[in-house]
Protein backbone atom coordinates (compact mmCIF):
# COMPACT_ATOMS: atom_id res chain seq x y z
CA UNK A 1 0.00 0.00 0.00
CA UNK A 2 1.47 3.36 -0.92
CA UNK A 3 0.53 6.38 1.35
CA UNK A 4 1.27 9.71 0.47
CA UNK A 5 0.33 12.88 2.88
CA UNK A 6 -1.76 10.27 4.48
CA UNK A 7 -3.72 8.69 2.17
CA UNK A 8 -3.88 5.11 1.53
CA UNK A 9 -3.70 3.81 -2.75
CA UNK A 10 -3.91 0.94 -3.77
CA UNK A 11 -2.28 2.05 -7.31
CA UNK A 12 0.97 3.13 -7.35
CA UNK A 13 0.57 5.11 -10.50
CA UNK A 14 -0.45 8.20 -11.53
CA UNK A 15 -1.89 9.47 -14.27
CA UNK A 16 -1.64 12.59 -16.35
CA UNK A 17 -4.97 13.67 -17.93
CA UNK A 18 -3.94 15.85 -21.47
CA UNK A 19 -3.54 15.22 -24.79
CA UNK A 20 -5.81 11.93 -24.74
CA UNK A 21 -7.84 11.52 -28.88
CA UNK A 22 -10.76 12.23 -26.73
CA UNK A 23 -12.59 12.56 -23.17
CA UNK A 24 -13.84 8.84 -23.83
CA UNK A 25 -10.26 7.54 -24.28
CA UNK A 26 -9.04 9.14 -21.49
CA UNK A 27 -11.85 7.79 -18.64
CA UNK A 28 -10.84 4.04 -20.32
CA UNK A 29 -7.31 4.95 -19.71
CA UNK A 30 -8.17 5.50 -16.36
CA UNK A 31 -10.51 2.63 -15.52
CA UNK A 32 -8.04 0.07 -17.15
CA UNK A 33 -5.11 1.44 -15.16
CA UNK A 34 -6.62 1.52 -12.14
CA UNK A 35 -5.54 4.56 -11.38
CA UNK A 36 -6.75 6.52 -8.17
CA UNK A 37 -4.52 9.74 -8.56
CA UNK A 38 -5.32 12.35 -11.86
CA UNK A 39 -3.56 15.22 -12.48
CA UNK A 40 -5.28 18.41 -13.50
CA UNK A 41 -4.12 21.75 -14.72
CA UNK A 42 -6.14 25.51 -14.32
CA UNK A 43 -6.39 27.68 -17.10
CA UNK A 44 -7.86 30.89 -18.45
CA UNK A 45 -11.30 29.96 -19.11
CA UNK A 46 -12.91 31.54 -22.37
CA UNK A 47 -16.27 29.52 -22.34
CA UNK A 48 -18.41 31.22 -20.17
CA UNK A 49 -16.76 28.51 -17.48
CA UNK A 50 -18.57 25.38 -19.15
CA UNK A 51 -15.79 24.27 -20.78
CA UNK A 52 -13.77 23.58 -17.45
CA UNK A 53 -17.61 22.45 -16.12
CA UNK A 54 -17.62 19.58 -18.34
CA UNK A 55 -14.04 18.29 -17.82
CA UNK A 56 -14.33 19.16 -13.85
CA UNK A 57 -17.73 16.57 -14.72
CA UNK A 58 -15.30 13.95 -16.77
CA UNK A 59 -12.82 13.98 -13.68
CA UNK A 60 -15.32 13.69 -10.62
CA UNK A 61 -17.12 10.88 -12.67
CA UNK A 62 -13.59 8.94 -12.45
CA UNK A 63 -13.76 8.47 -8.85
CA UNK A 64 -10.18 9.34 -8.94
CA UNK A 65 -8.04 11.76 -6.58
CA UNK A 66 -7.32 14.85 -7.78
CA UNK A 67 -3.44 15.95 -8.20
CA UNK A 68 -3.73 19.27 -9.70
CA UNK A 69 -0.62 21.30 -11.02
CA UNK A 70 1.25 24.13 -11.67
CA UNK A 71 2.19 23.28 -14.97
CA UNK A 72 3.50 26.19 -17.11
CA UNK A 73 4.37 28.52 -13.95
CA UNK A 74 7.88 30.37 -14.66
CA UNK A 75 8.17 32.18 -11.49
CA UNK A 76 7.61 31.68 -7.10
CA UNK A 77 4.48 34.01 -7.18
CA UNK A 78 2.57 32.41 -10.44
CA UNK A 79 3.17 29.48 -8.71
CA UNK A 80 2.03 29.88 -5.94
CA UNK A 81 -1.33 32.00 -6.74
CA UNK A 82 -2.02 29.22 -9.01
CA UNK A 83 -1.92 26.74 -6.43
CA UNK A 84 -3.76 29.14 -4.41
CA UNK A 85 -6.66 28.80 -7.21
CA UNK A 86 -6.63 25.42 -7.45
CA UNK A 87 -6.83 24.73 -3.60
CA UNK A 88 -10.19 26.81 -4.10
CA UNK A 89 -11.04 24.65 -7.31
CA UNK A 90 -10.52 21.65 -6.54
CA UNK A 91 -11.15 21.43 -2.35
CA UNK A 92 -7.73 19.62 -2.53
CA UNK A 93 -4.42 20.87 0.12
CA UNK A 94 -2.37 18.76 -2.97
CA UNK A 95 -0.57 20.68 -5.10
CA UNK A 96 1.76 18.89 -8.23
CA UNK A 97 4.42 21.87 -7.85
CA UNK A 98 5.93 23.00 -11.37
CA UNK A 99 8.16 26.11 -11.39
CA UNK A 100 9.66 25.53 -14.95
CA UNK A 101 13.38 27.35 -15.36
CA UNK A 102 14.06 26.44 -19.10
CA UNK A 103 11.70 26.40 -22.11
CA UNK A 104 13.45 23.87 -24.15
CA UNK A 105 13.89 21.43 -21.69
CA UNK A 106 11.13 22.24 -19.13
CA UNK A 107 13.83 21.53 -16.59
CA UNK A 108 12.56 22.60 -13.18
CA UNK A 109 13.67 25.82 -11.61
CA UNK A 110 15.22 24.63 -8.45
CA UNK A 111 15.64 27.80 -6.31
CA UNK A 112 12.50 28.77 -7.08
CA UNK A 113 11.05 25.47 -6.44
CA UNK A 114 12.09 25.52 -3.12
CA UNK A 115 11.32 28.92 -2.83
CA UNK A 116 7.70 28.11 -3.36
CA UNK A 117 7.59 24.87 -1.62
CA UNK A 118 8.65 26.76 1.53
CA UNK A 119 5.77 29.31 0.86
CA UNK A 120 2.94 26.66 -0.03
CA UNK A 121 4.18 24.26 2.81
CA UNK A 122 3.48 27.03 5.43
CA UNK A 123 0.15 27.81 4.01
CA UNK A 124 -1.00 24.22 4.72
CA UNK A 125 -0.48 22.42 1.35
CA UNK A 126 0.78 18.96 0.74
CA UNK A 127 3.10 19.61 -2.07
CA UNK A 128 4.64 17.54 -4.61
CA UNK A 129 7.34 18.67 -5.92
CA UNK A 130 8.49 18.36 -9.96
CA UNK A 131 12.05 18.31 -9.30
CA UNK A 132 15.85 17.10 -10.75
CA UNK A 133 17.80 13.88 -9.44
CA UNK A 134 20.21 16.68 -7.54
CA UNK A 135 20.35 15.40 -3.86
CA UNK A 136 21.10 18.59 -2.90
CA UNK A 137 18.19 20.08 -4.24
CA UNK A 138 15.98 17.16 -2.33
CA UNK A 139 17.24 17.52 1.11
CA UNK A 140 16.17 21.31 0.95
CA UNK A 141 12.60 20.33 -0.55
CA UNK A 142 12.43 18.08 2.61
CA UNK A 143 13.27 20.63 4.67
CA UNK A 144 11.03 23.31 2.81
CA UNK A 145 8.02 21.18 4.20
CA UNK A 146 7.38 18.51 1.60
CA UNK A 147 6.76 14.91 2.36
CA UNK A 148 6.96 13.56 -1.11
CA UNK A 149 9.41 14.18 -3.79
CA UNK A 150 8.94 13.55 -7.61
CA UNK A 151 12.26 13.84 -9.96
CA UNK A 152 11.88 13.51 -13.15
CA UNK A 153 14.00 10.45 -15.16
CA UNK A 154 14.42 12.65 -18.29
CA UNK A 155 12.40 15.94 -19.93
CA UNK A 156 8.69 15.70 -19.77
CA UNK A 157 7.22 14.07 -22.77
CA UNK A 158 10.15 13.25 -24.16
CA UNK A 159 10.08 9.06 -23.53
CA UNK A 160 13.75 8.90 -23.07
CA UNK A 161 13.17 6.90 -19.65
CA UNK A 162 15.76 7.14 -16.72
CA UNK A 163 18.51 8.79 -18.05
CA UNK A 164 20.45 8.92 -14.58
CA UNK A 165 20.04 5.81 -12.93
CA UNK A 166 23.01 6.23 -10.85
CA UNK A 167 21.25 9.66 -9.55
CA UNK A 168 17.61 7.98 -8.80
CA UNK A 169 19.62 5.34 -6.84
CA UNK A 170 21.35 7.41 -4.83
CA UNK A 171 18.33 9.19 -4.07
CA UNK A 172 16.11 5.97 -2.91
CA UNK A 173 19.31 5.62 -0.97
CA UNK A 174 19.14 8.98 0.78
CA UNK A 175 15.46 9.26 1.91
CA UNK A 176 14.23 5.70 2.60
CA UNK A 177 11.43 7.16 4.59
CA UNK A 178 9.70 9.89 1.85
CA UNK A 179 7.77 8.62 -0.77
CA UNK A 180 9.36 8.91 -4.66
CA UNK A 181 7.32 9.01 -7.69
CA UNK A 182 9.42 9.34 -10.71
CA UNK A 183 7.28 12.02 -12.83
CA UNK A 184 8.52 13.09 -16.08
CA UNK A 185 10.22 11.47 -19.08
CA UNK A 186 8.86 7.60 -19.02
CA UNK A 187 8.30 6.60 -22.58
CA UNK A 188 7.35 2.98 -22.32
CA UNK A 189 6.56 0.39 -19.75
CA UNK A 190 10.40 -1.27 -19.54
CA UNK A 191 11.11 2.13 -17.80
CA UNK A 192 8.51 2.46 -15.32
CA UNK A 193 9.20 -1.09 -14.52
CA UNK A 194 12.97 -0.01 -13.90
CA UNK A 195 12.09 3.15 -11.82
CA UNK A 196 10.06 0.89 -9.67
CA UNK A 197 12.69 -1.71 -9.19
CA UNK A 198 15.03 0.79 -8.33
CA UNK A 199 12.63 1.40 -5.38
CA UNK A 200 10.85 4.14 -6.15
CA UNK A 201 7.43 4.28 -4.89
CA UNK A 202 4.90 5.01 -7.57
CA UNK A 203 5.26 6.80 -11.12
CA UNK A 204 3.15 9.63 -12.87
CA UNK A 205 2.97 9.68 -16.61
CA UNK A 206 0.87 11.01 -19.01
CA UNK A 207 2.24 11.17 -22.64
CA UNK A 208 3.76 7.59 -23.18
CA UNK A 209 -0.36 6.30 -22.21
CA UNK A 210 -2.01 9.10 -23.89
CA UNK A 211 0.20 9.54 -27.21
CA UNK A 212 0.24 5.25 -27.66
CA UNK A 213 -1.86 4.33 -30.62
CA UNK A 214 -4.44 2.41 -27.72
CA UNK A 215 -4.04 4.11 -25.15
CA UNK A 216 -6.41 2.47 -22.48
CA UNK A 217 -3.87 -0.89 -23.60
CA UNK A 218 -1.17 1.06 -22.33
CA UNK A 219 -2.68 2.32 -19.58
CA UNK A 220 -3.31 -1.15 -18.15
CA UNK A 221 0.66 -2.50 -19.95
CA UNK A 222 2.21 0.00 -17.99
CA UNK A 223 -0.09 -0.80 -15.00
CA UNK A 224 1.44 -4.19 -14.85
CA UNK A 225 5.34 -2.86 -15.51
CA UNK A 226 4.37 -1.28 -12.33
CA UNK A 227 3.15 -3.90 -10.06
CA UNK A 228 6.20 -6.35 -11.61
CA UNK A 229 8.90 -3.49 -10.74
CA UNK A 230 7.50 -3.14 -7.24
CA UNK A 231 7.11 -6.93 -6.84
CA UNK A 232 10.52 -7.71 -7.72
CA UNK A 233 11.58 -5.14 -5.51
CA UNK A 234 9.66 -6.28 -2.54
CA UNK A 235 11.25 -9.95 -3.57
CA UNK A 236 14.71 -9.03 -3.22
CA UNK A 237 16.84 -9.09 -6.95
CA UNK A 238 19.91 -10.45 -8.03
CA UNK A 239 23.24 -8.49 -7.98
CA UNK A 240 24.89 -9.01 -11.25
CA UNK A 241 28.20 -10.60 -11.71
CA UNK A 242 31.41 -11.48 -14.13
CA UNK A 243 31.62 -14.74 -13.86
CA UNK A 244 28.99 -17.71 -14.43
CA UNK A 245 27.48 -19.69 -11.46
CA UNK A 246 26.06 -23.08 -12.56
CA UNK A 247 22.14 -23.06 -11.67
CA UNK A 248 22.22 -26.97 -11.66
CA UNK A 249 23.79 -28.65 -8.54
CA UNK A 250 27.13 -30.60 -9.77
CA UNK A 251 27.18 -32.97 -6.79
CA UNK A 252 25.77 -36.51 -8.35
CA UNK A 253 26.63 -35.61 -11.76
CA UNK A 254 26.88 -38.56 -13.45
CA UNK A 255 30.45 -39.53 -15.05
CA UNK A 256 30.12 -41.55 -18.87
CA UNK A 257 34.07 -41.87 -19.43
CA UNK B 1 -14.75 51.12 -15.55
CA UNK B 2 -11.99 49.10 -17.86
CA UNK B 3 -10.96 46.08 -16.78
CA UNK B 4 -8.19 43.35 -17.51
CA UNK B 5 -9.75 40.37 -17.97
CA UNK B 6 -7.72 37.09 -18.29
CA UNK B 7 -5.57 39.07 -20.41
CA UNK B 8 -8.32 40.72 -22.76
CA UNK B 9 -8.84 44.93 -21.92
CA UNK B 10 -12.73 45.10 -21.58
CA UNK B 11 -15.08 47.88 -20.86
CA UNK B 12 -17.74 46.78 -18.17
CA UNK B 13 -19.91 48.01 -15.33
CA UNK B 14 -20.11 45.21 -12.73
CA UNK B 15 -19.05 46.96 -9.16
CA UNK B 16 -18.36 43.37 -8.13
CA UNK B 17 -16.22 40.60 -8.92
CA UNK B 18 -19.73 38.78 -8.69
CA UNK B 19 -21.15 40.96 -10.43
CA UNK B 20 -18.58 41.04 -13.43
CA UNK B 21 -19.05 37.02 -13.64
CA UNK B 22 -22.62 37.05 -14.07
CA UNK B 23 -22.06 40.31 -16.76
CA UNK B 24 -19.56 38.01 -18.69
CA UNK B 25 -21.71 35.00 -18.61
CA UNK B 26 -19.67 33.10 -16.10
CA UNK B 27 -21.13 30.14 -14.57
CA UNK B 28 -20.15 27.47 -12.30
CA UNK B 29 -19.40 26.69 -8.57
CA UNK B 30 -15.61 24.96 -10.19
CA UNK B 31 -14.03 28.56 -11.03
CA UNK B 32 -11.58 30.25 -9.67
CA UNK B 33 -10.59 34.02 -9.75
CA UNK B 34 -8.08 36.23 -8.53
CA UNK B 35 -7.43 40.39 -8.90
CA UNK B 36 -4.10 41.73 -9.18
CA UNK B 37 -2.54 38.84 -8.26
CA UNK B 38 -4.44 38.14 -5.43
CA UNK B 39 -6.92 35.08 -4.96
CA UNK B 40 -10.52 35.98 -4.44
CA UNK B 41 -12.08 33.20 -2.67
CA UNK B 42 -15.53 32.41 -3.95
CA UNK B 43 -17.38 33.58 -0.90
CA UNK B 44 -15.54 36.98 -1.21
CA UNK B 45 -16.58 37.83 -4.63
CA UNK B 46 -19.76 39.67 -4.15
CA UNK B 47 -18.01 42.40 -1.63
CA UNK B 48 -14.94 42.14 -3.79
CA UNK B 49 -15.26 46.01 -5.22
CA UNK B 50 -13.45 46.42 -8.42
CA UNK B 51 -11.41 49.41 -9.77
CA UNK B 52 -10.72 50.80 -12.78
CA UNK B 53 -7.66 48.87 -14.87
CA UNK B 54 -7.79 45.94 -11.80
CA UNK B 55 -6.19 42.62 -13.69
CA UNK B 56 -8.97 39.76 -13.17
CA UNK B 57 -8.15 36.08 -13.51
CA UNK B 58 -10.93 33.71 -14.41
CA UNK B 59 -9.83 30.17 -13.84
CA UNK B 60 -11.12 26.48 -14.81
CA UNK B 61 -10.32 23.40 -14.33
CA UNK B 62 -8.13 22.00 -17.72
CA UNK B 63 -6.81 18.61 -18.31
CA UNK B 64 -2.46 18.41 -17.71
CA UNK B 65 0.12 16.34 -16.65
Known amino acids: MLTLYGQELGSRMLLGTARYPSPAILADAVRQAGTEVVTVSLRRETAGGRQGGAFFELIRELGARVLPNTAGCYSVSEAVLTAKMAREVFGTSWIKLEVIGHHDTLQPDVFGLVEAARILAGEGFEVFPYTTDDLVVAERLVEAGCKVLMPWCAPIGSAMGPQNIAALRSMRAHFPDVPLIVDAGIGRPSHATTVMELGYDAVLLNTAVAGAGNPALMAAAFAKAIEAGRAAFEAGMLEPRDMAVPSTPVIGKAVFS | ?65
Open chain 2, 1 to 65: MRLIVNGEEQDVFAATLSELLAQLDFEGDWLATAVNGELVHRTDRANHRLNDRDRIEILSPMKGG
